[in-house]
């Protein structure tokens, strides 16, 4: 898709800090990293997110997402590390090209994760029912 950032990326178009790369997916450097080593993980080919994925695809980004995150304990000393995906607008997809964040952490590094809540009495028995039937089950 010649206007997708990625895509062109993949195509030699832009520079990329490449950090691993196989026949159908590439991983590279953020530009705006949370710490360095902020790993992008990619389909080559173009698919706007999760749900356009083929298994797979979505089998092999996260098989180069697992690589990526021990080369980023080895090599940066990383503590740990955060794997993310926003999927649309709503969740803060902002490049509608399928991309896995590995996120290399460490002690004290500052980052947030998700605020959490409660549900309400009985809610928690009725999202479950919803999802249960939404999947095909009861």
């Known amino acids: 898709m010649a206007d997708c950032i990625f895509c062109r990326i993949v195509s030699g178009g832009l520079p990329a800090a490449k950090v691993l790369e196989t026949p159908r997916v590439l991983a590279f450097l953020d530009i705006a990293p949370v710490n360095y080593g902020h790993t992008l993980v990619i389909p080559k080919e173009h698919h706007e997110n999760l749900l356009d994925l083929p298994d797979d695809l979505w089998t092999e980004i996260g098989r180069v997402s697992r690589q990526v995150a021990r080369a980023l304990q080895k090599a940066l000393y990383a503590r ?55 999947l095909g089950g009861r």
């Open 80 to 134: 740990g590390f955060n794997i993310g995906m926003n999927n649309f607008e709503a969740a803060g997809q902002e490049v509608f090209h399928a991309h896995v964040h590995v996120i290399p952490r460490h002690t004290h590094d500052g980052l947030q994760l998700f605020p959490q809540g409660v549900y309400q009495p009985g809610d928690m028995e009725k999202v479950g029912l919803q999802l249960r039937q939404a």
